[in-house]
């Protein structure tokens, strides 16, 4: 019985997230839907990163068993053309053996957060960028985001309603850079908590307004306490980027 | 009587184009109307490009006469506030003196052409990029690109429907170039013919895919006559990008 490795683009817009739901359409239910027809048999997607609703995916990975042998471009062709017209697209599909896990196997995953910087909101990139109409202090920022680079109790960042078995994660990269009129948080670790990134970029925004400095954020992690923390950032900003194996 | 200059960024998706009409939203009378609201009373945009329904702006510019005298960064506020739920942002609003003319003072427009080359079609760049599922020759393109460089007869890419009165023009640039996954072709000019980007990328990718040497381009530019041109480019891969004064 193959198997078969999926790398997804999509738009998070109007979707209920990754996990297939009952009050609306997720990504999980479109490419399952679309495997339907094609493989004749329901399939179970797996999946590296159960997004939020909104949350947009650069290059997810899933992967799925199907009694079908199915040459791996004609499965892509076959969800892509079955999958219309939700913004979801297979990028690549390949074979892969047994033992490949898209949850379990995955060594890494990153995420990219935009934010928009300007006195116009955004029109082109509504609900794609989280827009404030001033500048942030994007260096004050990037230097406190050091303080959460490596192994910590992210208590302070995780949503009560996260069912991990620990608060403690690893924390590989946390960079806040400007890229023209935007600010890009790129966050790169193992696996995150819930809402562990969104719990980030919303605080260090504190910081990036003059409203905290980095032992305010120094002590908020210290804290292990939600309360202590920032906001959530909306999940339209957030993009998963790549899960590496 | 004051005069304004706004500088626009649009999503075409959804709209009849720049120019008000009967059959759908245009990005003009969304802003007229948004002006009227705080304005007071009717007021008329003049623009420096009446982009096709599809196409989109990243910094179109237009002018208005206002008989109330607002400061203009509340101009830009109260336009931005009304305009909603259209994709439509005054990016910079400015007072102009009366000689100022979007139009008939524009010495120089530029337009950017997005093509995405890969096998998965687009997710989040839907109705934003011409897809192609295989790789175009970027460098047979721009090559052959040059010799519509400089002051030509450009009847073989001016649309039917074109009302200017000469159809000669002078590019003052042609570019095209790899950008990651995309192919980006920029145009600039004092002014353009109706389609003539449009109609010129069209005709470029016949150049990408192999099927036109860069003597066929020079003999159909040679035969000022539109049917031995290749085919319009979609309206969704253009973007106004700037306009000089």
Known sequence: MPRYKLTIEYDGTGLVGWQRQNNGMSVQQAIEDACVIFAGQEVRLHVAGRTDAGVHGLGMVAHFDMAKNIPANKVQLAINHHIKPHKISILHCEEVDEEFHARFSCIERSYLYRILCRSGRPALDDRRVWWF???????AMNMAAQLLIGHHDFSTFRASQCQADSPFRTLDELSVERVGKEIHVRCRARSFLHHQVR??????????RGKWSAEDLQNALDAKDRAKGGETAPAYGLYFVEAKY
Chains 1, 2 share one sequence.
């Open 133 to 139: 109409q001033r500048e942030l202090d994007v260096e």
């Open 199 to 208: 719990n980030i970029v919303g605080t260090l925004t504190l910081i990036g």
